[in-house]
């Protein structure tokens, strides 16, 4: 992943450096012309141009239509997976929200010179401004009561990232590589890892639906088949015992709730904070019943990994985590702690 990495930012450089040349000749040769349009680039409602600083192009996203000029360079994220994508991509946001980050996406954060933009939830937009960025990327669930303020600050791009499926996340990535300027390195990348998650998949056809949920000290989130994760294992053949409620697809389950879904399977998504809440749950004479249990198939995984992750860097470790783990062949589960 590093080795390519450093490839892609490689080649990231070259780009934007020939952008450049050919916009500095354009000017020379052509002084007041825009190049004439050559296609049009997934996500865009309008034709794309060469990505020279004069060109404008036209982003669909949750919240509207947003114009871009030119190739943003200082970008702020305000959710994880937007920090993964531009990772995967080879290039570095000048600033990121942070809260119980899933630990690989420091590497291209914190380690990377970004500077610490308050929450997610309650991003500072003071410390936004003092960035000057020329681009904001946000989440619908999180951001879209300040939408106009972030817009005021920065052209702002806002897509359904927290309660997004697996294929809305691979849709948001395209998008932004394209904002980037990077749609011809993202496709190679993301034919990669679907050929992976394709060679990931289950073949037990008799593997018996799961639960999805994490635990905190409020009790077991239910993640359904809609959720991101939800659909990220189904479509590694695990099927989803849950379906949204109310438009929900996460939603609290109590021990009753959990009995009356009668799951086969459980994946917990947790960490060491909440170990007594999950002792708690197997201590109960309710959980001790459930067929997962019984059968030894209730498996562990980190809730900042598997629940906050996304992007094509998340995936790579959460598909080798599915597959040490025993998940997809539906084997007994080796874990029995979150620490």
């Not at 450049?20 to 052509?30: S, V």
């Not at 349009?37 to 990505?51: C, L, M, Q």
């Not at 937007?82 to 980050?101: C, K, Q, R, S």
């Amino acid at each position: 992943m590093d080795t390519s990495l450093r490839s892609i930012r490689s080649r990231g450089v070259l780009l934007l450096a020939a952008a450049a040349l050919l916009a500095t000749l354009a000017a020379c040769g052509n002084a007041g012309t825009v190049p004439a349009s050559t296609s049009t680039p997934a996500g865009s409602t309008g034709t794309a141009t060469p990505a020279a600083a004069t060109v404008s192009r036209e982003f669909k996203h949750e919240l509207g239509t947003t114009t871009i000029t030119g190739v943003p360079k200082r970008v702020v994220v305000l959710e994880y997976s937007f920090a993964d994508n531009l990772g995967t991509l080879g290039i570095n946001p000048v600033g990121y929200a942070v809260d119980a980050p899933p630990a690989y996406i420091a590497k291209y954060t914190k380690d990377a010179g970004a500077v610490a933009v308050g929450t997610r939830a309650e991003p500072n937009l003071e410390a936004i401004v003092g960035l000057k960025p020329d681009l904001i990327l946000g989440d619908l669930q999180r951001h879209e009561k300040i939408y106009a303020k972030l817009s005021a600050i920065a052209p702002t791009l806002v897509f359904n990232s927290l309660r997004g499926s697996y294929q809305d996340q691979l849709d948001t990535f395209g998008i932004i590589a394209d904002v980037l300027g990077k749609k011809s390195d993202a496709t190679p990348l993301v034919k990669t890892h679907q050929a992976a998650y394709a060679a990931a998949k289950s073949t037990k056809s008799d593997a018996p639906p799961i639960l999805i949920g994490v635990v905190s000290g409020s009790g077991f989130t239910a993640h359904t088949n809609e959720s991101f994760m939800g659909s990220f294992l189904e479509g590694l053949g695990r099927t989803n015992a849950l379906k949204p409620r109310n438009g929900e697809t996460q939603y609290t389950l109590g021990l009753e709730g959990i009995a009356n879904v009668r799951p086969g399977a459980i994946v917990l998504l947790c960490e060491p904070g909440v170990q007594k809440n999950v002792d708690d749950l197997a201590a109960s004479p309710v959980w001790k019943a459930f067929d997962a249990t019984k059968n030894n198939r209730i498996y562990m995984y980190d809730v900042n990994l598997w629940s906050k992750g996304r992007g094509l860097i998340a995936y790579d470790l959460i598909l080798a985590d599915a597959i040490e783990s025993g998940l997809l062949k539906d084997v007994p589960s080796t874990r029995t702690s979150c620490r």
